[in-house]
């Protein structure tokens, strides 16, 4: 049974706390708020742009305003990091100190630097460090990487990307609407997609952004478009947080290869299809379901099998984050940034 202490029961940790519920390896053991109403014994369900929205029993668990008390009393295993991003490098540090395991909140941290300590932190305590980029465990984009692996699609020409939000209204005391604290929409929402481009593709040659907000004039980038450029290829990503409320939650991408085209949105439907140039349009067989569950399930498999994560290493994490660092030098200088 793997021991977890979560901190941070906003929308995210809340999220998490009902997959370890519903796990049979796993003891949500201790959770950890500053705001006290958070770790009531009867906590109210905060809800967010994706996923059902409960309210919590935390009845059988320890519960801290404190997270450094957290760790002292507690016996875990792993320690689960659901905090704003300004705060998930300092934590981080703080529980593989403490002899944890650490599953930590996308995006890895507020800056590459921030980054590299959490990664020397894993090493010097010998412990394993799983950032969670639950894009790569969602269903429909693991169906599409096993399409462009497996030759389904042929050579990959063109591919587009879509993340698309209505401004989040439920982070606590707004931390997601300061640039400072969490990176605009630039490294809160669209990371997914720049960390699922890089998996698929691996880091692109050069990278070129514009954004509806200039990062430095005091706004947060709310809108970005980005093109990704490749050997023999391109790949864009577009995505922001300003769409009107009234409009849906979307995510999905085009991918276009010389055998076939793969379409997802959650708001089709069906919700993914592959259209091949020879032969009727098909819906790969696949369970439907969230990557939150997915990837959580991972990273307690390989703490119980004490092996490290492989599907998103530490260093994976870090290579998104400074490729949407570049993006944002790209925005500040109109320019297409060379990746190394
Ligand atoms: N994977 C995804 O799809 C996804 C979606 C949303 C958010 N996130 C990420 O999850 C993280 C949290 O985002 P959120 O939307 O849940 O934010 P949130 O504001 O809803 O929740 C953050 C929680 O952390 C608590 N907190 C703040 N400082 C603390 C401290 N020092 N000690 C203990 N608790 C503290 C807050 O009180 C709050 O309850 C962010 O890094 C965000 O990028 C990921």
């Not at 299809?273 to 997915?294: H, K």
């Amino acid at each position: 049974m793997v021991r977890v202490g979560l901190v941070g029961l906003g929308f995210m940790g809340q999220q998490h706390f009902q997959i370890y519920k519903q796990m049979d390896n796993v003891e949500p053991v201790a959770v950890c708020d500053v705001i006290p109403e958070r770790i009531s014994e009867k906590a109210e369900s905060i809800g967010g742009n994706i996923g059902e929205a409960e309210e919590l029993d935390l009845s059988d668990q320890a519960r801290y305003l404190c997270f450094d008390e957290m760790l002292a009393n507690e016996s875990l295993d792993l320690v689960d990091i659901c905090t704003p991003t300004h705060l998930h490098a300092e934590m981080t540090v703080s529980a593989l100190e403490a002899g944890n395991h650490v599953v930590c909140e996308k995006p890895m941290a507020r800056t590459v630097t921030q980054c590299e300590t959490m990664i020397d932190a894993a090493e010097s305590a010998g412990k394993m460090l799983f950032i969670a980029q639950c894009i790569r465990f969602w269903p429909e984009y693991e169906v599409l990487q096993s399409l462009v692996e497996g030759g389904d699609l042929g050579d990959i020409r063109a591919a587009r990307f879509v993340r698309k939000s209505p401004t989040p209204g439920w982070s606590s005391s707004g931390w997601l609407m300061d640039t400072e604290l969490s990176g605009g929409a630039l490294l809160d929402l669209h990371i997914h997609d720049v960390d699922y481009i890089l998996s698929l593709f691996g880091m692109p040659n050069a990278v070129s952004s514009r954004a509806m907000n200039i990062v430095g004039e005091g706004e947060p980038v709310d809108h970005v478009e980005s093109v990704y450029y490749y050997n023999d290829f391109v790949c864009s990503a577009h995505g922001g947080w300003v769409y009107p409320d009234s409009y849906p939650f979307e995510m999905g991408f085009e991918v276009l290869g010389t055998r076939a085209l793969a379409v997802f949105s959650v708001n089709n439907d069906p919700m993914l299809q592959v259209f091949p140039f020879s032969g009727d349009p098909y819906t790969p067989d696949y369970e439907p379901g969230t990557g939150y569950e997915n990837e959580l399930a991972y990273f307690v498999e390989c703490v119980e099998e004490n092996r490290p994560p492989e599907r998103v290493t530490p260093k994976s994490a870090k290579d998104a984050v400074r490729l949407v660092m570049a993006e944002r030098d790209s925005i500040e200088r109109r320019d297409k940034v060379i990746m190394g």
